[in-house]
T-cell receptor
Framework: KAGVTQTPRYLIKTRGQQVTLSCSPI?????VSWYQQTPGQGLQFLFE???????NKGNFPGRFSGRQFSNSRSEMNVSTLELGDSALYLC??????????????FGEGSWLTVV | KQEVTQIPAALSVPEGENLVLNCSFT??????LQWFRQDPGKGLTSLLL?????REQTSGRLNASLDKSSGRSTLYIAASQPGDSATYLC??????????FGKGITLSVRP
């Protein structure tokens, strides 16, 4: 059974550019969550999607957005990149609500460096 | 607001030692608690999930316990090996599907 797949694994962008990251959840999983991980802040919740609907959003500016498709695949977009957006972006999937007893599985992450 | 604390931030032990990693949380109204492992440059691997109705969960050399009333969980690693070297994180879910993570404990097992 394939795990959570994230692409690309590594990317370098310039300040002001925008980036799109992709996530394919485990087959059958309908919930997809995104997290940002930095050395200083640790893991911070970005948003969660279930059946194409964004159910929850973390405390990030509007430059961070996402969507989920009918096949549960998800993308997140960051516009007008800033140096502080450099981080590991992790996607996670679960069968149901991650807050209600469902195990959550993470992908390998996308390393974003903004220069 | 849920806060999750893991102390110490780093731990170094000789191979073969049994060890306990601690996790504390401030809001005891949780559905479950999950332990993860993260290798350098990698994503998180789920180790154990303990439901709020459970007190322990075991997988191989790993045993996790949960005490909701005291806001604590422990991850016990038996007979540690160099391959256990990694960062271990605990996380608890909130009402909005968000997981709140601790900062993690970086474990180094010396051969």
């Amino acid at each position: 059974k394939a795990g959570v797949t994230q692409t690309p694994r590594y990317l370098i962008k310039t300040r002001g550019q925008q980036v799109t990251l992709s996530c394919s959840p485990i087959s059958g999983h309908r919930s997809v969550s995104w997290y940002q991980q930095t050395p200083g802040q640790g893991l911070q919740f970005l948003f969660e999607y279930f059946s194409e609907t964004q159910r929850n959003k973390g405390n990030f500016p509007g430059r961070f957005s996402g969507r989920q498709f009918s096949n549960s695949r998800s993308e997140m977009n960051v516009s007008t990149l800033e140096l502080g957006d450099s981080a590991l972006y992790l996607c996670a999937s679960s069968l149901g609500d991650p807050g209600r007893g469902n195990t959550i599985y993470f992908g390998e992450g996308s390393w974003l460096t903004v220069v | 607001k849920q806060e999750v604390t893991q102390i110490p931030a780093a731990l170094s032990v000789p191979e073969g030692e049994n060890l306990v990693l601690n996790c504390s949380f401030t809001d005891s109204a949780i559905y479950n608690l999950q332990w993860f492992r993260q290798d350098p440059g990698k994503g998180l691997t789920s180790l154990l999930l303990i439901q709020s109705s459970q007190r322990e969960q075991t997988s191989g050399r790993l045993n996790a316990s949960l005490d909701k009333s005291s806001g604590r969980s422990t991850l016990y690693i038996a007979a540690s090996q160099p391959g256990d070297s990694a960062t271990y994180l605990c996380a608890v879910p909130g009402a909005n599907s968000k997981l709140t993570f601790g900062k993690g404990i970086t474990l180094s097992v010396r051969p």
